[in-house]
């Protein structure tokens, strides 16, 4: 079976810290990818998209890079707006699996 | 401004039915793939399905939740989408969210404010 594994789970990190969360997925989904934004009671957002295409609007602190079967967001300095659940997602084929998410908390 | 809302959700028993409806604003409806995405209270995010555009013929994919009990559909002369589930079961309990496909790349691009489902006695 298919597997698209987040880690970690959970992060607390400073202000201004750079943060780095990691999806591996079960086999090559080439560069199929894409990275979401969930803040509490709030629809998802697209953040990354194609592994590491930046969505109109969202700031350049976040990146994504990968391909294959590992890849990373990177938030490159922890904002206080940051805090949110981050999902990785592909679309390499059916059935479309997002992973298990990574909250991300301010220390 | 681009919009997705969704209506429909509500309490429904176990066994029973419910349709889903999403309204698009703001954008060619018609041009793109749309999709369900569902996430249960407290949990991650779950891709329901899809259904493309006329171009595509209409089809429809779904995840492996559906197991037969869901039909997504669509009417563009509506600028809507539709999510009718059967046999309703409590795991079917979640916020259901409307999202867009764009049309440069396969990702969600817009979503909904979600519609939130209860499958209660």
């Known amino acids: 079976d298919f597997q698209m594994t987040q880690s970690p789970s959970s992060l607390s990190a400073s202000v201004g810290d750079r943060v780095t969360i990691t999806c591996q997925a079960s086999?090559?989904?080439?560069?199929?990818l894409n990275w979401y934004q969930q803040k509490p009671g709030k629809a998802p957002k697209l953040l990354i998209y194609?592994?590491?295409n930046l969505e109109t609007g969202v700031p350049s602190r976040f990146s994504g890079s990968g391909s294959g079967t590992h890849f990373t967001l990177t938030i490159s300095s922890l904002q206080p707006e940051d805090i949110a659940t981050y999902y990785c997602?592909?679309?390499?084929?059916?059935?479309?699996?997002f992973g298990g998410g990574t909250k991300v908390a301010i220390k | 401004e681009v919009q997705l809302v969704e209506s429909g959700g509500g309490l429904v028993q176990p066994g029973g039915s419910l349709r889903l409806s999403c309204s698009a604003s703001?954008?060619?409806?018609?041009?793109?793939?749309m999709d369900w995405v569902r996430q249960a209270p407290g949990k991650g995010l779950e891709w329901v399905g899809r259904?493309?555009?006329?171009?595509?013929?209409?089809?429809?994919d779904y995840g492996a939740s559906a197991d037969g009990r869901f039909t997504i559909s669509r009417d563009d002369s509506k600028n809507s989408l539709y999510l009718e589930i059967n046999s309703l079961k409590t795991e079917d309990t979640a916020v259901y969210y409307c999202?867009?496909?764009?049309?440069?790349?396969?990702?969600?691009?817009?979503w909904g404010q979600g519609a939130l489902v209860t499958v209660s006695s």
């Open positions: 194609d592994a590491s």
């Open positions: 999202v867009r496909e764009p049309d440069h790349t396969f990702a969600f691009d817009v």
């Open positions: 086999q090559d989904i080439r560069n199929y």
């Open positions: 703001g954008f060619t409806f018609s041009d793109h793939y």
């Open positions: 259904a493309r555009n006329k171009a595509s013929s209409y089809t429809t």
């Open positions: 997602q592909h679309f390499d084929h059916l059935p479309f699996t």
